[in-house]
């Protein structure tokens, strides 16, 4: 890397990575101190869409933990085992030993389906529709968390008209899913709580993916579980943290190197 650096120039080494993992400081780190701009992710259709609609809607990430007293816990396109297995093994522990329930959203017959206490086989690309068809039924249903959304819900009164055109037979003819675990599923989820869902690349790699995860989101904010122990929490950072500017040694790259980078991401 060093003679090609020294030959061609430092922005002639690339390297590419997934999202979230644990040495991508480092590895920036190092890249930054060589003197190329060219870290390149994936992060539009993984954990991208995560981030965007969690700093847009709450104003911070969004992070579901299972705990001992989680009563619902919603899996949407992801987080069995093999996928994310710390929290496929929280849940499995939470419907053992506590009796919570497990909804699983997946067109694929998959390890968590077999555990789960609700399948819905979505066809695939409609989960944006399934999601707006539960909040449709939820405030019809009034089982909303009245105090939560008045608190710190914005626009919920437009909501209420948006989703009046998802009604749960329309929704079961678009998503291919019976109307009766519509129903099962939004109301588990609004009333058996607290609850978190969790979704996955199987929302993020779709091409509406920003609305299916805003909608999604929605679910959570307006049944009150969200930034509750047992639901959706919004994770801080311990005090002794290094920020990751810091780790990733700012000071060695160059500004004049953010001219040179292969196309629009650049990682500093």
């Known amino acids: 890397m060093r003679r090609i650096a020294d030959q061609y120039g430092p922005e002639a080494v690339a390297t590419t990575s997934g999202t979230g993992r644990t040495h991508d400081e480092i590895r920036a780190r190092f890249f930054n101190i060589l003197g190329s701009p060219n ?8 954990y991208g869409p995560t981030c965007v609609m969690g700093y847009t809607l709450f104003g911070w990430r969004v992070f579901p933990v299972v705990r001992s007293h989680t009563r619902c816990i919603l899996l949407w396109g992801g987080g069995g085992p093999r996928y994310w297995d710390a929290f496929w093994r929280a849940a499995k522990r939470a419907k053992q030993d506590h009796g919570a329930k497990i909804i699983v959203i997946d067109p694929r017959r998959t390890d968590s389906t077999s555990h789960a206490d609700l399948w819905l086989q979505i066809r695939p690309g409609t989960d944006c529709a399934l999601a707006l068809g539960m909040i449709h039924h939820i405030i019809e249903e009034d089982l909303y968390d009245e105090e939560f959304v008045k608190k710190w819900c914005y626009g919920f009164d437009q909501l209420k008209t948006w989703v009046k055109n998802y009604t749960i037979d329309r929704v079961a003819e678009i998503t291919r899913i019976p109307g009766p675990k519509i129903r099962q599923a939004a109301e588990w989820y609004a009333t058996l709580k607290p609850g978190v ?8 790699h779709q091409a509406n993916s920003i609305q299916a995860v805003h909608a999604h989101y929605i679910l959570s904010a307006i049944t009150g579980n969200t930034d509750i122990p047992g639901g959706d929490i919004f994770p801080s950072p311990h005090p002794l943290l290094i920020h990751g500017r810091k780790s990733r040694l700012m000071t060695g790259f160059q500004p004049n190197k953010l001219e040179k980078p292969w196309g629009s991401i650049v990682f500093v």
């Open 197 to 204: 869902t969790n979704h996955g690349m199987g929302l993020e």
């Open 39 to 46: 870290h390149i992710g994936a992060g539009e259709i993984c």
